[in-house]
């Protein structure tokens, strides 16, 4: 079945970046895209950006560009979503997520997803 | 964006009764083309991940129960849980995915009367 297995939890400094990995297994890794969702404490849910990982190509949420960048490792079946320039607001939990195999190019909702990687920005 | 709105914030329901959850959206997410509303629901249990229960606005997911519905158009949609057990105590979210960005509501906390 699908799985998307995230790295563990990490503290950082404001002004630090963070990357978080996202390890994919029962699927062609190349399929689907992987999205990446924030989810900061009492707050809805945010989708930061989307990488085509048969290509690469990436598009970003207006609100994280410049400061998030998505890639793929094709060989590890793995994403990674870095944020640059942490401040205390950007603690949060971050969940990658992939659409339903049953999806055709116009739907975006998620199904699988993964455990969630806390990051806290603290000094 | 497209700002998706829940309402209520919170609500208490008797174990056995229906619990019903609105969501509106700040534009209309009906695509006439294909005749479909782009809304999807999700039920979010305390440290655990998102779990997908509606697409298309009222299309249930594989193996979700029969108590979970979803209805409306255009831009005001419903949740309703017909009969509330004690594992649906969850946080639910609308999400449109309409128009890029794909955005969320701000999340209802269902909890048990």
């Known amino acids: 079945q699908v799985q998307l297995v995230q790295s563990g939890a990490e503290v950082k400094n404001p002004g630090a970046s963070v990357k978080v990995s996202c390890k994919a297994s029962?699927?062609?890794?190349?399929?689907?895209?992987i999205h990446w969702v924030r989810q900061a404490p009492g707050q809805r849910l945010e989708l930061m950006g989307w990488i085509n990982t048969g290509n690469g190509n990436t598009k970003y949420s207006q609100k994280f560009q410049g400061r998030v960048t998505i890639t793929r490792d094709t060989s590890a079946n793995t994403a990674y979503m870095e944020l640059s320039s942490l401040i205390s607001e950007d603690t949060a939990m971050f969940y990658c997520?992939?659409?339903?195999?049953?999806?055709?190019?116009?739907?975006?909702?998620?199904?699988?997803w993964g455990q969630g990687t806390l990051v806290t920005v603290s000094p | 964006d497209i700002v998706v709105t829940q309402s209520p914030d919170s609500l208490a329901v008797s174990l056995g009764e229906r619990a019903t959850i609105n969501c509106k959206s700040s534009?209309?997410?009906?695509?006439?083309?294909?005749?479909?509303?782009?809304l999807a629901w999700y039920q979010q249990r305390p440290g655990q991940p998102p779990k997908l229960l509606i697409y298309w606005a009222s299309t249930r997911e594989s193996g979700v129960p029969d108590r979970f519905s979803g209805s409306g158009s255009g831009t005001d949609f419903t949740l309703t849980i017909s009969s509330l057990q004690a594992e649906d105590v969850a946080v639910y979210y609308c999400q449109q995915y309409y128009a890029t960005p794909w955005t969320f509501g701000q999340g209802t906390k269902v909890e048990i009367k």
């Open positions: 997520t992939r659409v339903p195999a049953y999806c055709g190019d116009d739907c975006y909702f998620f199904d699988s």
């Open positions: 534009q209309s997410v009906f695509y006439n083309t294909n005749n479909k509303n782009y």
């Open positions: 029962g699927y062609t890794f190349t399929s689907f895209p």
